[in-house]
């Protein structure tokens, strides 16, 4: 086990990074955000974007690697209603609430346990945080196998409340340098969700077929883009064809993604995934050794429910009930 300080934040707070080791794979991660900072499956390169300093996660503005809650994706007019009742939230992204805005990836985790290739971290969230009502509970364990990262997920409202939790680890198979455009991707979905100007869902949910969403077949990710279209923000209807049983929970294969003699296949018990090609990465801070941020520089496929999910009155718990999810990013050599 390796557990070491990874520096202090600017208002002095100290910050651990813990490594996780099977075989020959690694992967690292902080207690600040429940942060993946790196993963290097069978020690061959890291394919998870991160940074050297803490500093640059205090300054970093693409959540990397971060636990994302109460409620991830966006959330209209920064605002829903809950039993008669507006909730206010911060509108930091064009008007809306973009994973529950300041959400958990500024707050120092607890490490409740570390055994090497495990390790569980939880936060307590308080009622009005973010404007979200209840307190909540989150626990995510991150457990590393020679081939797979495996991250399940808790959650406990003391009130009712929206629960919605993803990790936005961004992926380039080849390390990181040059974009993405041409990996080989396959999301088994069938629709796809349709959103307007400011990536709000239309309530739409077209078929995929004749659309650069057709990703039932592998298809180099950069295959569609052009001028009338910079690449995937958008939410996919998962339709697994397999499945696979991780630490007794059965998944489904929602995706898989190959590049760099690297397959990863992404398996889920949520109903959609965000394909995000880093459509508006840049500018600072630099990627681990000195490497800038790039536009389509890497990939992030988070597990989710649809968008906007408590404008349509889902995805609310009532007090002690109990949100679980597990997903998996699985690595095969090819």
């Known amino acids: 086990m390796k557990t070491e300080i990874f520096g202090k934040l600017s208002d002095g707070r100290q910050v651990k990074l813990y490594t996780l080791k099977c075989g020959e794979s690694s992967a690292t991660i902080t207690d600040y955000g429940a942060t993946i900072t790196s993963f290097r499956p069978f020690g061959i390169r890291d394919i998870i974007g991160g940074y050297d300093e803490l500093s640059s996660y205090e300054q970093d503005n693409s959540n990397q ?12 007019g920064a605002e829903f209603t809950m039993d008669g009742a507006i909730y206010m939230l911060p509108a930091n992204n064009n008007g809306n ?20 290739a495990s390790i569980l971290l939880s936060c ?54 040059g974009d993405v455009k041409d990996h080989i991707i396959t999301i088994f979905a069938d629709r796809y969700t349709e959103v307007d100007e400011t990536l709000i869902p239309t309530g739409v949910r077209p078929s995929v077929e004749g659309t650069p969403f057709d990703l039932r077949s592998p298809k180099r990710i950069g295959a569609d883009f052009c001028d009338d279209f910079s690449g995937y923000d958008h939410n996919f209807f998962l339709s697994p064809k397999e499945y696979e049983e991780f630490l007794g929970v059965k998944l489904g294969l929602g995706a898989t993604v ?19 090609t880093a459509n508006f990465l840049g500018g600072e801070p630099d990627f681990r050794g000195g490497v800038k941020r790039i536009k389509h520089g890497a990939f992030c496929l988070e597990a989710q429910t649809e968008p906007n999910a408590t404008k349509r009155g889902e995805c609310f718990y009532e007090a002690g009930e ?13």
């Open 322 to 334: 109990i949100y679980t999810q597990t997903t998996v990013y699985k690595i095969e050599k090819i």
């Open 258 to 276: 190959e590049s760099g003699g690297l397959r990863m296949s992404f398996y889920t018990d949520q109903p959609g995934v965000q394909l995000y």
């Open 97 to 116: 609430c973009l994973h529950g805005g300041v959400g958990f990836k500024r707050k120092i985790w607890d490490v409740l346990e570390y055994d090497g």
């Open 124 to 177: 307590f969230s308080p009622d009005g945080d973010d404007g979200f009502p209840s307190d909540l509970l989150t626990k995510v364990r991150y457990t590393l196998r020679e081939d797979a990262l495996i991250i399940s997920y808790e959650a406990i409202p003391g009130g009712k409340t929206p629960i919605a939790l993803t990790n936005h680890s961004y992926f380039n198979l080849n390390g990181f340098g």
């Open 65 to 76: 690697g971060a636990t994302i809650g109460r409620v991830a994706n966006r959330i209209a």
